[in-house]
Every structure is written in C-alpha cells, then in structure tokens.
C-alpha cells in the first residue's frame, strides 16, 4: 500500500483520504451497482465495531451466504418460500447489529467532511479530525477497508435503491446523464450507471458483496493521504500501526477497458421524455485514468466550464446576455 504524508502550516487538523483502484468497470453485467454498493457496506463495521456479540451474529451471516447458495439453484416457485426465510434470517442476525456505530465514533470524536465516493475508477473513503486523532481515524479506516463485516445487507440495498430512485428515476438530470452515457458508450461498462441498475440492485446478494471485496479491496490497489497540521514520523507510526497489520495479499489485475469499444465514427442522439424543463447535455470521448489526459481535462474544465469568470459564462452571461 502507498502512502503520501504532507504536512502543511496551520490548524492542528488533518484530512485523511484512502482510495481504491476499483470501481464500476470491474463489474460484470447483471451485477451493476456492486462497487457503489460496497462502498455503503464499508461503513458497517468490524468484528468489534457494530455487533453486541460478533459470535452469534457470525452465525446468522453464515446461515444468509447458505441460504443465497439454494436461492441460486432454486426454481422459481421454490424461490418464494426461500425468500421469506431469508428475510426472517436477516431479520434475526440485525438484532446482533449495532446500527452506524462507525459513524457515532467519528463524529463523536470531532470528524468533519466524513464520506464517501465510487465512480467508474475510483472508490474513496475520507474524514477531517483534530490532529490528535490521526491514530483514531487510522484504526477505524483501516477496519473499513481492510477488514470490514458486511452486517444488514438487505437494508442497505434497500437504502441503496432508494437512492437510485430519488438520483435518476424521478430526477431529469440523473434520467438524462444515465441515457447520455449509455448511449455514448457500446459495449465498455462505462455504459452502466455506477449505481446500476435497479433489475441488478434487487438481486444483488451478501456473497456477491463478499466476493467483490476478495477480489478487489487488497493493499495493492490501495492509496492512503494524511495532509494537514501534522507531525510526519508520528503520522508513519499510526498508519503503519493499523495498516501495517493488514494481511498482504494480491487482488485480481486491473482489467484493460480501452480497447473494447469500438470506434464511433458518427453522432450519436437520445431524447429522453420528461416532466421538466429543458435540458441538453453534449459529451466527448476522453482517455480515463491513468492517462495523462485525465489531468489535462481536469485543468480544462475550470477554464470553460465551471463558474462565473469561465468562458462559458462570460460569453453567455457577460456577451451575449
């Protein structure tokens, strides 16, 4: 694992970042919404953090991963049944949880700016904290990503889909973007929404979150940042303690994404019917990280776009009124 220590003059705070090679496109199809989905779950807890007794709670997650295994080979009228139990099974192991415990114990302690973020490259997990609780945000991080139990599945995936509905279903934006990128892109999974689909979010299971966490959550893919007020040999000290305690291990490769798309050689139009205003929204193909492009376009975006001295605002706004 990488780690970038900056220290920088002012407050005694610090903001602490780790981010993840993963993100949309290291999904399968069918399976859209995993990367968005893990993230959600990361928040849950460790076998210390979350549960009044991890044990029995061990018991019941065992008994869902066994239950989902007969849902994927049952038939469809055996489904039914097999569904209800599983609810009654998750049901009983959230009686063990202790519901944003992780949460509790950042803010508790003075965390600001706590979050979050998965887009198709990156998945990202950051909090700011008085510099005397680097260690504390060091541990509690380090157990997210390096060692997190994936307890009330089922309500996260329902909050999940809420989500969904309230970001893209009902919002014109989100329906536009979602319809704009799916059109720009053929056969890439850029296509898929990072918070997939809703056919793929109802059937996502808790072993599916397990395996996309083996496969991708490894050291390797990891990067950690603690930049603000901060003593750099005490700061080696607490992330080498937590981190370092990690299990070393390799997850599967990066998977190469470029050459899958076919080259577009004409425009490409949708029109997507909704109860708003209007609103257009126009894309370009672009390299993706690592490319050295991605940083060019970084650099564009606020020349052009973004905020009342941009090109686009001032000819729009200033010029032509």
């Given amino acids: 694992m990488q780690w970038l220590l900056v220290r920088t003059d002012g407050a005694p705070v610090f903001t602490g970042v780790v981010q993840v090679k993963v993100g949309g496109i290291e999904e399968a199809q069918g399976k859209t919404g995993l990367a968005h989905m893990f993230e959600h779950m990361a928040f849950k807890g460790t076998r210390e953090i979350g549960t009044t007794d991890f044990a029995a709670e061990a018991e019941q997650l065992a008994a869902i991963r066994r239950l989902e295994a007969r849902i994927a080979k049952a038939t469809p009228e055996e489904r039914q049944a ?35 973020y998965t887009n198709k490259d990156l998945t990202g997990y950051y909090a700011r904290l008085a510099t ?98 901060i003593d750099v040999g005490l700061a080696r000290r607490a992330v080498t303690q937590s981190f370092g305690a990690l299990p070393a291990r390799r997850c599967l490769p990066l998977t190469p994404h470029e050459s899958v798309e076919p080259p577009q050689s004409s425009p490409r ?42 090109r686009l605002a001032r000819r729009l706004v200033q010029t032509e009124r």
């Fill in 132 to 229: 005397n609780m680097l260690p504390l945000w060091a541990y509690l991080t380090a157990g997210m990503v390096g060692a997190p139990v994936l307890r009330e599945f089922y309500q996260e995936r329902s909050v999940v889909m809420e989500e969904r509905r309230s970001s893209v279903d009902s919002n014109p934006h989100g329906k536009l973007y979602e319809a704009l990128v799916g059109t720009a892109f053929d056969k890439s999974p850029y296509r898929w929404p990072t918070i997939g689909s809703m056919e793929d979010l109802r059937d996502l299971r808790l072993t599916d979150a397990e395996s996309f966490y083996r496969n991708y959550y490894c050291p390797d893919r990891m990067v950690g940042v603690v930049a603000g007020g």
């Fill in 269 to 310: 139009k949708v029109i997507v019917p909704f109860r708003a205003e209007p609103r257009i929204m126009i894309a370009w193909h672009k390299p993706a990280l690592p490319h050295r492009d991605d940083y060019v376009f970084d650099l564009l975006l606020p020349i052009f776009c973004d905020g009342t001295t941009s």
């Fill in 82 to 116: 097999l569904e209800k139990e599983l609810e009654g099974i998750a049901a009983e192991a959230r009686k063990y949880a202790v519901s944003n415990e992780l949460w509790r114990l950042f803010h508790k302690n003075g965390a600001d700016e706590l979050n979050a």
